[in-house]
């Protein structure tokens, strides 16, 4: 699996404070299901899924 970027245009930047390290909350489509709550977070070393969210993803304990 490759990684996509996370972009924002100018007309979505409306309001922002530049160089500010606020986290960003937003819902993705991952593996046809709509995730709610996903944390962005760029100084974060350490990637996290909750058990919940392996549940209602229907991803197989061997997947894991």
Request: charged share 20%.
């Amino acid at each position: 699996m490759g990684i996509t970027d996370i972009t924002f245009s100018s007309t979505e930047l409306v309001d922002v404070v530049p160089n500010e390290d606020d986290p960003i909350i937003l819902s993705i489509l991952f593996m046809g299901r709509n995730v709610h709550r996903v944390l962005i977070d760029q100084d974060s070393s350490m990637d996290v899924m909750f058990w919940d969210i392996f549940v209602g993803l229907q991803i197989p304990k061997e997947q894991l």
